[in-house]
């Protein structure tokens, strides 16, 4: 008896592996793989949470305050090498009605321009240093999809101190300075 019980539960446990694998999707080995990385990645520098301390506009060497002269937002760097970020200006005003979905075009086009959200995930090298980026999702949609590397998004980590400077054209970057959050 205690041989047939132990034969079952054989047959339940390989049918239970079966289903698991069958129901995983095509890509399942990758993420085998991606967590297999990750579990042996000796650094990660960016890893944690950290709030956004300034953020200017810097063109030919004039700052230009993006986010009004208080910005506020968030930036975290998940261990499974996903990141989200939102950065925006809390000083703008609220809306008049106070309804998300009944607002005036310009108070709609002052919290766009005031604003910008960001998901996706990221790589580290052998370092622990910053390597690229890839947006699943954005606020500004023309973003998503896209792969920002290091000849596009600079991120350097100096203790609690994070600065990450994007390249938008020659001579023009937007630069973020964060603080670890502990």
Known sequence: MKSI????????????MTITVAGKPAGASVNIKKANKIKYMKKNNVLG?????????????A??????????GML???????????????DI???????????????????????????GSYTVDDNGEFGEEHVSGSTFQNMNGHTRGKNE????????????????G???GVHLEWKRVQ
Request: with cysteine; aromatic share 8%; hydrophobic share 40%.
């Open 5 to 16: 019980k132990n034969s079952f539960l054989l047959v339940l446990a390989g049918l239970v």
């Open 49 to 61: 949470t950290w709030s956004l301390v300034t953020g200017y506009l810097d063109n030919h060497g």
């Open 63 to 72: 700052h230009i305050d993006i986010l009004g002269p208080h910005p506020a």
């Open 76 to 90: 975290v760097f998940t261990e499974d090498l996903h990141f989200i970020v939102i950065v925006h200006n809390p």
């Open 93 to 119: 005003p609220k809306f008049a009605s106070g309804d998300r979905a009944n607002a005036t075009p310009e108070e709609y086009k002052t919290a766009v321009t005031n604003s910008l959200g960001v998901c």
């Open 153 to 168: 998004i600079s991120v350097k980590v100096e203790g609690d101190k994070l600065i990450e400077i994007q390249k938008i």
């Open 170 to 172: 020659d001579g023009i």
